[in-house]
């Protein structure tokens, strides 16, 4: 009976390490993919590239479905933003989920 206690126990610490993983990876592809946009040299388009494909290779494709970039202003300055809605993971990378909604922020270059 305490061994059953125990692995579940055991199995929700997993599966939290599991989900925080999954916001870290997707927060840094978002972060990445607005420093690539935020360049001066390039356009919004690329850093959404650049987020679905940090996001593909470091989790799946099911991931890097909804990205979004925009030109915002946050306190006088302008700002690249990058917004990825991924899939909370409740059992492994399978099975039901939620989704959480992340964001990344670059300042646009001139």
Known sequence: ?????????FLAVVQTALAMHVRS????AAAEGARVAARADRDLASGATRTRELLTSALGSGYADDVS????VRDGLDVVEVTVQVPLPVVGLLGPSGVLTLQGHALEEA
Do not use: G, K, Y
């Not at 009976?1 to 125990?6: E, T």
């Not at 990876?25 to 840094?28: F, G, K, V």
């Not at 970039?69 to 915002?72: A, G, I, L």
């Open 25 to 28: 990876l997707a927060i840094d």
């Open 69 to 72: 970039v925009r030109q915002t």
């Open 1 to 9: 009976m305490v061994s059953a206690l125990v692995l579940a126990l």
